[in-house]
């Protein structure tokens, strides 16, 4: 099993649609960040969460420490947001490593 | 203006040749990575530097070599090219080791 979990793997929405993925980790952390990976393979860092919620224009980001969760939420979706979507967890044990995820691949259909 | 630069952005070689790609950042960071993406879109660490000093080395061929030159460089030097070895190379820099990363647009290699 792997340390990082993120569900689905795959998602197709229609625009406008709120769109949710899921992140679940089994290690202690000292910060989860969200990375988008887009079609031409570029990643672009979305948020650096350690507790509770963030928003940047149309992302939310949330975490839950308790329950070891994170979400990242997407509203009114665009076919501009299809990419892949990298949920990784900074070990509490290392201050260097990030532990990645599988990503989760969006695709958002006009 | 763009923060984390790599060249090139495609190289393709041959089995055996040495070949280098070059990482830069001007956000003034202490921090810059070297990852290698797999072919199941993983994102390994290979190494990490700290102002200038090696902080991660993980399980790498020693044909990878990185080097530093200054805290805003990271190079990566791979000897002896190997097919097993074409994949995305990304670089990565964080204003600490705590920070958030921000990447460059990676570098595609292919080992023919």
């Known amino acids: 099993k792997n340390e990082v979990e993120q569900s689905p793997q795959n998602l197709t929405a229609q625009e406008g649609e709120f769109i949710t993925i899921n992140c679940s980790y089994s290690?202690?952390?000292?910060?989860l960040h969200w990375l988008q990976q887009h079609p031409g393979g570029g990643i672009v860092s979305l948020f650096m969460l350690s507790s509770g919620k963030k928003k940047h224009g149309r992302l939310i980001a949330t975490i839950n420490i308790q329950e070891k969760h994170s979400s990242l939420h997407i509203t009114a979706s665009h076919p501009r947001d299809s990419a892949v979507y990298i949920c990784a967890v900074r070990s509490g044990d290392s201050n260097y490593q990030l532990i990645w995820g599988a990503g989760t691949k969006l695709i958002i259909k006009p | 203006d763009t923060a984390v630069s790599q060249t090139p952005k495609y190289l393709v070689t041959q089995m055996g040749n040495d070949k280098s790609i070059k990482c830069e950042q001007n956000l003034g960071h202490d921090t810059m990575y070297w990852y290698k993406q797999d072919s199941k879109k993983f994102l390994k660490i290979m190494f990490s530097?700290?102002?200038?000093?090696?902080?991660i080395n993980e399980t790498v061929p020693n044909r990878f070599s990185p080097k530093s030159p200054d805290k805003a460089h990271l190079n990566l030097h791979i000897n002896s090219l190997e097919l097993g070895d074409s994949a995305v190379y990304f670089c990565?820099?964080?204003?600490?080791?705590?920070?958030?990363?921000?990447f460059g647009p990676g570098t595609r290699l292919l080992v023919l």
């Open positions: 530097y700290n102002n200038k000093e090696l902080i």
């Open positions: 290690v202690g952390i000292s910060a």
């Open positions: 990565a820099s964080s204003h600490t080791s705590l920070g958030a990363q921000y």
